[in-house]
């Protein structure tokens, strides 16, 4: 829609594409942490080795949904569903 020889939204998609490369992995490490306590590890049983699997399996559980989902409408609807209930 914006012209591409438009500075301004060369460097608005540069700044989208910075933050979001910088604040996934603060919204990831919650997920996992989450995850990990849905399943009740004790705080003993929480090393690297289990850290570093449970990142590895929630992204490619997280990278399969993404390569084989054709409309997110659905994902969407759930989460505001979800997130609107909370409030």
């Known amino acids: 829609n914006y012209s591409s ?5 060369f460097a608005s998609r540069i700044a989208v594409a910075v933050s979001l490369v910088f604040s996934y992995p603060l919204a990831f490490q919650g997920c996992r942490d989450g995850i990990i306590d849905l399943l009740k590890v004790p705080m003993e049983k929480r090393d690297n080795k289990l850290t570093n699997t449970a990142t590895v399996g929630i992204l490619a559980v997280l ?7 054709n409309d997110v409408s ?3 609807a ?8 909370a409030l």
């Open 78 to 85: 759930l989460g505001g569903a979800t997130l609107g209930n």
């Open 63 to 69: 990278t399969f949904l993404a390569a084989t989902l």
């Open 74 to 76: 659905m994902v969407l």
């Open 5 to 9: 020889t438009d500075m301004w939204i």
